[in-house]
């Protein structure tokens, strides 16, 4: 089988996002002005110039392989206007009589092979290519039908192949591969016996498809259906009909058929002022776009971490928790000044309250990635609102027009937020911001993708807008995971800083959106806040010192067992030598004395040899606690410890994350106001995170600090391993 040759997109940005040429044309006698590097075709769609086509979607890669879209340029032949780059004083024309007359050529044609009405235009009455014909009066085309050689394959649970429906555009193709990246889908055979493929030309059943149904969302004709309506609902709410969603801009481009099959994924929601509409921590799988009135997004959960009052006398003393001030545990001088949760606002960090209003998304992470809602949101006004699950969403984000809405919406209201949520850019001037709003670079990621790799060459600087990458750094001794990163983390500034190489290897683990700043602009931004600049080249120092000093501990330990128990994924194990403990529990009580009565370890776990590794934090080289955080308070410092801030509203997915049990939930009663009844409290019981700080307060880990028989001790895994290894040789020997 032969996936064909797709030429490449025009991309209309510079390179690095660069500002670009404007340029004049002229089309159908009306002058417009775009930027150079535009194709013929978006030059007339942005200026409202219909011109029809089959082979291209906005969400897709254009290939120009129906030439339904040909115009005249002036030029010898027609030229697909999809892929033809619009020039400076072109005259382009799209309804003369020339290209009216092989428009309605082409259609035909295709409509002689096209079995009308198809399964499409049956169930929804919207295949593109018959809409086309009855535009343009083909009723009966004048050419004989051909038989296909490969007729209907019926083998999909889900999907229903039509070949003979089949028109060649690609579509199906490009959504697999490109957007999905399932690679199932490819072109097959030459000339008369061309046609699209699944693996090496098998059945659709029998193939690697995992029915995600890109594909038959692609397809303009139909050559792929949905076998069965798919029952998905949501409770409640008011049902949506197709025309209604049509009218909206963002639904427009949507397939009729998609949002047909899947009518009950977005429903209506009408909320009365001082409704509650979601609440931080809780679980949810929906995002909401909001039509009319405006709601209120905060933090219900109290600004503090969680201490204990009574005295700890044993490990199952019961404890009674409390909470303390958050200035007391701030993290230093990297404390965010605010904090990122899962809308186009970041809240104070003082005051964490935010308003939305019409046209804004919320809850985009929680639906695409199913992470606990990050916020609590209520009505501020009476609201009317979609409720959308993943799979229309995803349809829709892919849309330009809603995403260009959602955009500018995030380039006007959270650009300026979203910089200074990185303490390092607090500095930035509001003339610079809104001078670098214009050629900043919005990037949308999939799981798996790998944004920049270990060694390539430094070209761009990342702000982290949705969702969590993996910062990977190779190391002999195996791959270190350097950080998760979630909303408002940021990359790429060492490579820039230093010798243009990137230093570690960045892949989104989700559904990411991401900043983009060229490093032109990021130059130029150093150039002109010389403060950024110094303290970014100390962050940079600093993490390159850590790096260094951690690849020359890093060696190869063989130890079966060990590596059986995953102990060579931690920085940090607490190991305590059995021969010496005296089972005394002095280190547990150290350790919650040192944490105000909440003890943060377990004298149990794995055992090796004469060793015992207590149940304590180990700062894992691959941190899965910090992957989800919905409000991004688990973090790693650059010293390699995981601290847990202030602002944990509780969710439990860190603790569920942690394979090894490490992480608690403590729970703890306070006054809050009735959200239902604001002029009231009531006590409400609020859980937040805790787990092993490696005592950074003070000179040594308090539970070693204790111990009165030299058992305990914070160790390297690679370190002792290594020495311990020889020693057991040297032994045998």
Same mark, same amino acid.
């Given at each position: 089988?032969?996936?064909g040759?797709?030429?490449?997109?025009?991309?209309?940005?510079?390179?690095?996002?660069?500002?670009?040429?404007?340029?004049?044309?002229?089309?159908?006698?009306?002058t /417009?002005?775009?930027?150079?590097?535009?194709?013929?075709?978006d030059?007339?769609?942005?200026?409202g110039?219909?011109?029809?086509?089959?082979?291209?979607?906005?969400?897709?890669?254009?290939? $120009?392989?129906c030439?339904?879209?040909?115009?005249?340029?002036?030029?010898?032949?027609?030229?697909?206007?999809?892929?033809?780059?619009?020039?400076?004083?072109?005259?382009?024309?799209?309804?003369?009589?020339?290209?009216?007359?092989?428009?309605?050529?082409?259609?035909?044609?295709?409509?002689?092979?096209?079995?009308?009405?198809?399964?499409r235009?049956?169930?929804?009455?919207?295949?593109?290519?018959?809409?086309l014909?009855?535009?343009?009066?083909?009723?009966?085309?004048?050419? %004989?039908k051909?038989?296909?050689?490969?007729?209907?394959? @019926?083998?999909?649970l889900?999907?229903?192949?039509?070949?003979?429906?089949?028109?060649?555009?690609?579509?199906?193709?490009?959504?697999?591969?490109?957007?999905?990246m399932?690679?199932?889908? $490819?072109?097959?055979?030459?000339?008369?016996?061309?046609?699209?493929?699944?693996?090496?030309?098998? %059945?659709?059943?029998?193939?690697?498809?995992?029915?995600?149904?890109?594909?038959?969302?692609?397809?303009?004709?139909?050559?792929?259906?949905?076998?069965?309506?798919?029952?998905? /609902?949501?409770?409640?709410?008011?049902?949506?009909?197709?025309?209604e969603?049509?009218?909206?801009?963002?639904?427009?481009?949507?397939?009729?058929?998609f949002?047909?099959?899947?009518?009950n994924?977005?429903?209506?929601?009408?909320?009365?002022?001082?409704?509650?509409?979601?609440r931080?921590?809780?679980?949810?799988?929906?995002a909401?776009?909001?039509?009319?009135?405006?709601?209120?997004?905060?933090?219900? =959960?109290?600004?503090?971490?969680?201490?204990?009052?009574?005295?700890?006398?044993?490990?199952?003393?019961?404890?009674?928790?409390r909470?303390?001030?958050?200035?007391?545990?701030?993290?230093?001088? @990297?404390? %965010?000044?605010?904090i990122?949760?899962?809308?186009?606002?970041?809240? %104070?960090?003082?005051?964490?309250?935010?308003?939305? $209003?019409?046209?804004e998304?919320?809850g985009?992470?929680?639906?695409?990635?199913?992470?606990?809602?990050?916020?609590?949101?209520?009505?501020?006004?009476?609201?009317?609102?979609?409720?959308?699950?993943?799979?229309?969403l995803?349809?829709?984000?892919?849309?330009? =027009?809603?995403?260009?809405?959602?955009?500018?919406?995030?380039?006007?209201?959270?650009?300026?937020?979203?910089?200074?949520?990185?303490?390092?850019?607090?500095?930035?001037?509001?003339?610079f911001?809104?001078?670098?709003?214009?050629?900043?670079?919005?990037?949308?990621?999939?799981?798996?993708?790998?944004?920049?790799?270990?060694?390539?060459?430094?070209?761009?600087?990342?702000?982290?807008?949705?969702?969590?990458?993996?910062?990977?750094?190779?190391?002999?001794?195996?791959?270190?995971?350097?950080?998760y990163?979630?909303?408002?983390?940021?990359? !790429?500034?060492?490579?820039?800083?230093?010798?243009?190489?990137?230093?570690?290897?960045?892949?989104?683990?989700?559904?990411?959106?991401?900043?983009?700043?060229?490093?032109?602009?990021?130059?130029?931004?150093?150039?002109?806040?010389?403060?950024?600049?110094? @303290?970014?080249?100390?962050?940079?120092?600093?993490?390159?010192?850590?790096?260094?000093?951690?690849?020359?501990?890093?060696?190869g330990?063989?130890?079966?067992?060990?590596?059986?128990?995953g102990?060579?994924?931690?920085?940090?194990l607490?190991?305590?030598?059995?021969?010496k403990?005296?089972?005394?529990?002095?280190? /547990?009580?150290?350790?919650?004395?040192?944490?105000? !009565? /909440?003890?943060?370890?377990?004298?149990?776990?794995?055992?090796?040899?004469?060793?015992?590794v207590?149940?304590?934090?180990?700062?894992?080289?691959?941190?899965?606690?910090?992957?989800?955080?919905p409000? $991004?308070?688990?973090?790693?410092?650059?010293?390699?410890?995981?601290v847990?801030?202030?602002?944990?509203?509780?969710?439990?997915?860190?603790?569920?994350?942690?394979?090894?049990g490490?992480i608690?939930?403590?729970?703890?009663e306070?006054?809050?106001?009735?959200?239902?009844?604001?002029?009231?409290?009531k006590?409400?019981?609020?859980?937040?995170?805790?787990?092993?700080?490696?005592?950074?307060?003070?000179?040594?880990?308090?539970?070693?600090?204790?111990?009165?028989?030299?058992?305990?001790?914070?160790? @390297?895994?690679?370190?002792?391993?290594?020495?311990?290894?020889?020693i057991? =040789?040297?032994?045998?020997?």
């Open positions: 089988m032969s996936r040759s797709l030429p490449d997109a025009v991309d209309p940005r510079g390179a690095g996002g660069a500002p670009v040429n404007q340029i004049e044309l002229t089309i159908d006698d009306r /417009v002005t775009v930027d150079e590097g535009t194709s013929v075709f030059a007339a769609r942005i200026h110039i219909p011109i029809p086509v089959l082979c291209h979607q906005q969400n897709e890669r254009p290939v $120009g392989v030439r339904v879209c040909s115009v005249d340029c002036g030029e010898r032949v027609l030229q697909a206007s999809c892929v033809r780059p619009a020039e400076q004083g072109m005259k382009v024309q799209t309804n003369s009589e020339k290209v009216k007359k092989s428009r309605r050529m082409l259609i035909e044609l295709l409509m002689s092979d096209h079995p009308s009405p198809c399964a235009q049956r169930k929804s009455g919207d295949c593109e290519l018959e809409t014909a009855r535009l343009e009066g083909i009723t009966a085309p004048r050419f %004989p051909r038989v296909s050689p490969r007729g209907q394959d @019926d083998s999909s889900v999907i229903s192949v039509d070949h003979e429906a089949c028109i060649l555009c690609d579509r199906c193709i490009r959504g697999c591969d490109e957007i999905r399932n690679d199932v889908l $490819g072109r097959r055979g030459k000339g008369y016996n061309a046609g699209i493929a699944f693996d090496l030309s098998r %059945p659709m059943g029998n193939s690697s498809c995992v029915s995600c149904g890109e594909c038959m969302v692609s397809c303009p004709t139909g050559a792929l259906t949905n076998k069965s309506v798919i029952q998905t /609902v949501l409770p409640g709410g008011e049902p949506v009909a197709v025309p969603l049509k009218q909206l801009p963002f639904f427009q481009r949507v397939s009729g058929t949002l047909e099959l899947n009518a994924a977005v429903i209506k929601r009408h909320f009365k002022a001082g409704e509650i509409i979601c931080e921590g809780e679980y949810g799988s929906t909401f776009y909001i039509l009319e009135g405006t709601v209120q997004i905060f933090l219900a =959960t109290p600004m503090a971490h969680v201490s204990t009052f009574g005295g700890a006398t044993g490990f199952f003393s019961k404890l009674t928790s909470l303390t001030g958050g200035d007391r545990h701030r993290a230093g001088a @990297d404390h %965010p000044r605010s990122s949760i899962d809308a186009s606002v970041d809240l %104070p960090y003082d005051n964490p309250v935010a308003e939305l $209003g019409p046209g998304l919320f985009e992470m929680t639906c695409m990635n199913l992470y606990p809602r990050s916020a609590t949101v209520r009505a501020s006004t009476d609201c009317v609102m979609f409720e959308m699950l993943r799979n229309v995803d349809v829709i984000l892919r849309n330009k =027009t809603l995403r260009s809405e959602l955009e500018a919406n995030y380039r006007r209201r959270a650009l300026d937020d979203h910089l200074r949520t990185v303490p390092l850019f607090a500095s930035l001037s509001p003339d911001i809104e001078s670098l709003a214009s050629r900043v670079e919005l990037i949308r990621l999939s799981k798996g993708d790998v944004i920049c790799r270990q060694g390539d060459i430094a070209d761009a600087f990342y702000l982290v807008r949705i969702g969590f990458v993996k910062v990977t750094e190779e190391h002999p001794g195996g791959d270190l995971v350097r950080a990163l979630g909303k408002g983390g940021y990359f !790429g500034e060492i490579g820039l800083l230093t010798n243009g190489l990137r230093t570690a290897t960045v892949s989104a683990l989700d559904h990411v959106e991401l900043l983009r700043i060229g490093a032109e602009d990021f130059h130029d931004m150093l150039e002109r806040f010389p403060t950024i600049k110094r @303290d970014l080249t100390a962050v940079a120092r600093e993490r390159e010192e850590q790096n260094t000093r951690h690849m020359a501990a890093v060696t330990v063989s130890l079966n067992s060990f590596l059986a128990q102990l060579m994924e931690a920085n940090s607490l190991l305590i030598d059995l021969e403990c005296t089972r005394c529990d002095n280190c /547990v009580r150290a350790c919650a004395d040192a944490h105000d !009565g /909440v003890t943060r370890l377990i004298r149990e776990g794995l055992r090796f040899e004469n060793y015992l207590a149940t304590s934090c180990r700062q894992c080289r691959d941190p899965l606690c910090m992957v989800g955080c409000v $991004g308070s688990i973090r790693r410092r650059n010293s390699l410890e995981i847990i801030e202030d602002w944990c509203v509780g969710c439990g997915l860190c603790a569920q994350n942690c394979p090894y490490n608690n939930m403590h729970p703890f306070v006054m809050l106001k009735d959200l239902t009844a604001p002029k009231q409290v006590a409400v019981v609020k859980r937040k995170a805790t787990s092993c700080d490696l005592c950074s307060e003070h000179a040594e880990p308090s539970c070693v600090y204790a111990c009165p028989h030299d058992a305990a001790h914070r160790v @390297d895994p690679n370190q002792f391993f290594k020495a311990y290894s020889g057991k =040789t040297t032994e045998r020997a």
